[in-house]
């Protein structure tokens, strides 16, 4: 590590992503005549928000590896030279199997500080799920990195709407046409209105990300937000 790395301030850096990446989200819209619609009602993913959205991964990881840097440099900095990645648990790793991928991407971190290494476990998947995002974005930033990644698809799923006793319409989707997570999405049903208010099933479109399975708008929203508070949390672990 030279002295003009001691001089960076990684959590300003993270921020500064943090923020291009909600810059992109918004180019991408999610309201009528937003490029999410036109993406819907063209049934095509145009290139140029693939590669934003490539864009808005990468953004976000970096973000996440800046954290830890800063972390590490603050509580070990050995050995010098050492490659420092946010330490992210994949799905299923259980939490005593936590300590070594920590200590293999920020070393000297969670024997010199108990409040660091618990901050990082609690970032992760297995201590909450509401943390899922954490290693879909890895998944994501993985496939992008090796040009696999079929950014958004457009898939049919069926969508049930009934009406109650009072006459109020209620949707829901059929059995294995849900999302993997979230509400209902932001979506184009193929119906009439006329079709929609006498009831049955329809099919809708959305924009997926194949990889994770996750509606493109939600996973965005988690994935920023996420990213923000572990910038918050770590900022607190130095100061």
């Given at each position: 590590?030279?002295?003009?790395?001691?001089?960076?301030?990684?959590?300003?850096?993270?921020s500064?992503?943090?923020?291009?990446a909600?810059s992109?989200?918004?180019?991408?819209?999610?309201?009528?005549?937003?490029?999410?619609?036109?993406a819907?009602?063209?049934?095509a993913?145009?290139?140029?928000m693939?590669?934003?959205?490539?864009?808005?991964?990468?953004?976000?990881?970096?973000?996440?590896d800046?954290?830890?840097?800063?972390?590490?440099?603050?509580?070990?900095?050995n050995?010098?030279?050492?490659?420092?990645?946010?330490?992210?648990?994949?799905?299923g790793?259980?939490e005593?199997?936590?300590?070594s991928?920590m200590?293999?991407?920020m070393?000297?971190?969670?024997?010199?500080?108990?409040?660091a290494?618990?901050?990082?476990?609690?970032?992760q998947?297995?201590?909450?799920q509401?943390?899922?995002?954490?290693?879909?974005?890895?998944?994501?930033?993985?496939?992008?990195?090796?040009?696999?990644?079929?950014?958004?698809?457009?898939?049919?799923?069926?969508?049930?709407?009934?009406?109650?006793?009072?006459?109020?319409?209620?949707?829901?989707?059929?059995e294995?046409?849900a999302?993997s997570?979230?509400?209902?999405?932001?979506m184009?049903?193929?119906?009439?209105?006329?079709?929609?208010?006498?009831g049955?099933?329809?099919?809708?479109?959305?924009?997926?990300?194949?990889?994770?399975?996750?509606?493109?708008?939600?996973f965005?929203?988690?994935?920023?937000?996420g990213?923000?508070r572990?910038?918050e949390?770590?900022r607190?672990?130095?100061?």
């Amino acid at each position: 590590m030279t002295g003009n790395d001691l001089n960076i301030d990684r959590f300003a850096m993270a921020s500064a992503l943090v923020e291009r990446a909600q810059s992109h989200k918004e180019w991408i819209g999610d309201d009528h005549g937003d490029r999410y619609e036109e993406a819907l009602v063209s049934g095509a993913i145009p290139e140029e928000m693939q590669i934003v959205i490539k864009e808005i991964f990468d953004h976000l990881r970096a973000a996440l590896d800046y954290c830890a840097q800063e972390v590490w440099r603050h509580f070990s900095g050995n050995p010098q030279g050492a490659k420092v990645y946010f330490p992210i648990a994949k799905k299923g790793t259980r939490e005593n199997e936590f300590l070594s991928i920590m200590n293999r991407l920020m070393p000297g971190v969670a024997r010199a500080s108990s409040p660091a290494y618990e901050a990082f476990k609690s970032f992760q998947a297995f201590a909450d799920q509401d943390n899922s995002w954490l290693p879909e974005l890895a998944t994501v930033v993985n496939q992008t990195k090796h040009f696999h990644l079929q950014v958004a698809s457009i898939p049919q799923r069926s969508i049930v709407f009934a009406h109650n006793g009072n006459g109020v319409s209620l949707m829901s989707f059929a059995e294995g046409h849900a999302p993997s997570r979230g509400t209902a999405p932001w979506m184009m049903i193929k119906a009439t209105q006329s079709e929609i208010e006498r009831g049955g099933t329809f099919d809708v479109a959305f924009l997926q990300l194949t990889d994770i399975q996750m509606e493109l708008r939600l996973f965005l929203h988690e994935a920023i937000s996420g990213v923000s508070r572990v910038i918050e949390e770590c900022r607190k672990l130095v100061t």
